[in-house]
C-alpha cells in the first residue's frame, strides 16, 4: 500500500483495531531490514502469536545507511532521524519537532529544510514507523499507572523520546489525521496532526 494513492487512508487504523497485528509504514529499506529481522524473531524463533501488516512504496529514491543505535526507536515505533546540534540550540532559533511515516518522511526533511532556510526554524525529524506500536505501548503504561497509583509512574516512550524537545510537534502522514492523532495523549507538547482527510 501507497496510503493516498490507492484511497487507502485508514488501513493502518484498521490495523490497529487488531490484538495482534504488528503494523509498520516504514520509509527507508534499513528500517523495513530491522522490522522483518524482529517480525522473523518474534514469529518464528520465538513463536509468538503475532502477524505484521508493513506497508512499503515503489518510489525511486536514496536510501541512507542504518544510522547507529536506532534498531530499538525502530521496533518502539520512532527515532531522531536528525536532529540539531547542540550549538544550534544555543541560537534561540524557532524550534519545531517534525514527525513523518512511510512516504511522506521525505516530504518532511524537505519541509524542514525550507523552514531554516526560508524562515529561519530550526526542525528535528522524527522517524515514525508505527504509530500504532507507540498507541499500543502507551496504553499499557496508563493501564500500569492506573493499577500501581502508590508506585513511581513510568513514562510513554513517546514522552521519554520528546520530554526534552523544544517546540511544537507536527505529525504528518499519508493517511487520516486520526492515525497519527493516536498518540496525541503522550505528547507533552502542542500536537498538530496532518492527514488526507476528505480526499
Known amino acids: 500500500g501507497e496510503?493516498?494513492?490507492?484511497?487507502?487512508?485508514?488501513?493502518?487504523?484498521?490495523?490497529?483495531t487488531i490484538p495482534n497485528c504488528v503494523s509498520y509504514d516504514p520509509t527507508f529499506a534499513y528500517e523495513l531490514a530491522v522490522i522483518v529481522q524482529d517480525g522473523l524473531r518474534r514469529m518464528v524463533?520465538?513463536?509468538?502469536d503475532v502477524f505484521y501488516y508493513i506497508t512499503v512504496m515503489n518510489e525511486n529514491y536514496t536510501h541512507p545507511d542504518l544510522p547507529k543505535g536506532v534498531e530499538a526507536g525502530i521496533i518502539k515505533g520512532m527515532y531522531l532521524f536528525r536532529g540539531q546540534k547542540t550549538e544550534n540550540r544555543r541560537q534561540k532559533k524557532p524550534r519545531v519537532q517534525l514527525m513523518g511515516s512511510g512516504v511522506i518522511l521525505r516530504e518532511v526533511i524537505a519541509a524542514a529544510e525550507l523552514l531554516e532556510k526560508d524562515w529561519g526554524v530550526v526542525a528535528d525529524i522524527w522517524s515514525v514507523t508505527s504509530f500504532n506500536e507507540l498507541r499500543r505501548e502507551g496504553l499499557d503504561v496508563q493501564r500500569w499507572n492506573m493499577l500501581h497509583p502508590n508506585k513511581p509512574q513510568k513514562e510513554t516512550y513517546v514522552e521519554k523520546c520528546l520530554k526534552n524537545a523544544e517546540g511544537p510537534v507536527i505529525a504528518?502522514?499519508?493517511?487520516?489525521?486520526?492515525?497519527?492523532?493516536?498518540?496525541?495523549?503522550?505528547?507533552?507538547?502542542?500536537?498538530?496532526t496532518l492527514g488526507t482527510d476528505g480526499f
Open 45 to 48: 524463533q520465538e513463536q509468538q
Open 3 to 16: 496510503g493516498l494513492q490507492p484511497e487507502d487512508g485508514h488501513s493502518h487504523l484498521l490495523a490497529a
Open 172 to 192: 504528518s502522514t499519508d493517511y487520516m489525521k486520526a492515525f497519527a492523532d493516536q498518540i496525541r495523549a503522550y505528547v507533552p507538547q502542542r500536537f498538530v
